[in-house]
């Protein structure tokens, strides 16, 4: 009998130790900074049918872009204040009526300040932010619009189909002090061709990265083009063919000179919506057309 409790005792001992041991351990893979997925993304070849279409919107110094493929479609981004219009009556132009997802990289306000009239505009039915708070009136603003039932808290590796394209989150919020490098970052592939699209990730976000399978052909310039976007490290893990930079006129030197000289050492071809106005890219999965 003694044996008998003795033994059970000890299968109790190491249940609450096997317990503690993967609470620690799910802790530490949650810990800020850490990436706890590996991305399969990029490093596949998707299924096609049709085009799918990228518009780099021209929102002037913010980013908005909208994705379509096989009837769904995302919206990463709705550029500054006072740009919201605009980009409603674009979007209505190609007849758009809802949005699948609204993807808000994180809370600045050239990204999130024309949410209102998006969300007032289309019937939005998911929105997926970083978690983060901020204390600015767009902020304020946007959070009064949504609705509770449609907002999605973005976790790394969470992955879905857009149409027949797949994306996935391969950063999300690492509790920075530095905004920038909370954004959420997003991979899509399409047949043979991979996007990536960095919200502001630039500087220590960007290296974070660098352990992922990244090849692609087309990267969103994180940051307007700030001096610490596209590192050299960065660019010859990604080896993009074309780099698009979302910049207006501003008073911080965007896109830098750094890092216009980096992608023209590789010879990656730059796309700018203040010089090219709103940028629309179509892809059958393996050709491209840019207009």
Not at 127 to 136: C, L, P, Q, R, T
Not at 269 to 278: E, P, S
């Amino acid at each position: 009998m003694r044996k008998g409790l003795r033994l059970l005792f000890f299968v109790i001992f190491l249940i609450i130790i096997s317990i503690i041991s993967y609470n620690e351990l799910n802790k530490e893979e949650k810990s800020p900074g850490r990436i706890t997925c590996v991305n399969y993304i990029l490093n596949k070849e998707t299924f096609v049918s049709g085009n799918l279409t990228v518009l780099y919107l021209n929102v002037s110094q913010g980013d908005s872009i909208f994705i379509s493929n096989n009837g769904e479609n995302m919206l990463i981004d709705c550029g500054p204040n006072g740009k919201g219009d605009d980009i409603s009556k674009e979007l209505k132009t190609f007849g758009i009526t809802s949005i699948d997802y609204l993807i808000l990289t994180h809370n600045d306000a050239d990204h999130i300040g024309g949410c209102e009239e998006i969300l007032n505009d289309f019937n939005v039915k998911r929105i997926i932010m970083n978690g983060g708070v901020a204390e600015s009136q767009s902020y304020k603003d946007v959070m009064k619009l949504i609705d509770k039932e449609e907002l999605i808290i973005a976790s790394n590796c969470v992955s879905s189909n857009l149409g027949i394209s797949e994306w996935q989150i391969i950063h999300n919020n690492t509790h920075s002090d530095n905004e920038n490098q909370n954004s959420i970052v997003i991979a899509l592939k399409y047949g043979k061709t991979g996007f990536l699209f960095m919200g502001d990730c630039d500087s220590s976000c960007e290296k974070s990265l660098l352990s992922q399978s990244l090849d692609i052909d087309f990267l969103k310039i994180a940051h307007h083009g700030s001096k610490y976007s596209a590192t050299d490290e960065f660019l010859d893990k990604t080896t993009p063919r074309i780099a698009i930079i979302s910049v207006g006129k501003n008073s911080y030197g965007h896109p830098n000179p750094d890092c216009l000289s980096r992608l023209n050492e590789r010879n990656i071809k730059i796309l700018r919506t203040d010089v090219d106005g709103t940028i629309v890219l179509r892809t059958d999965g393996e050709n491209y057309w840019i207009s």
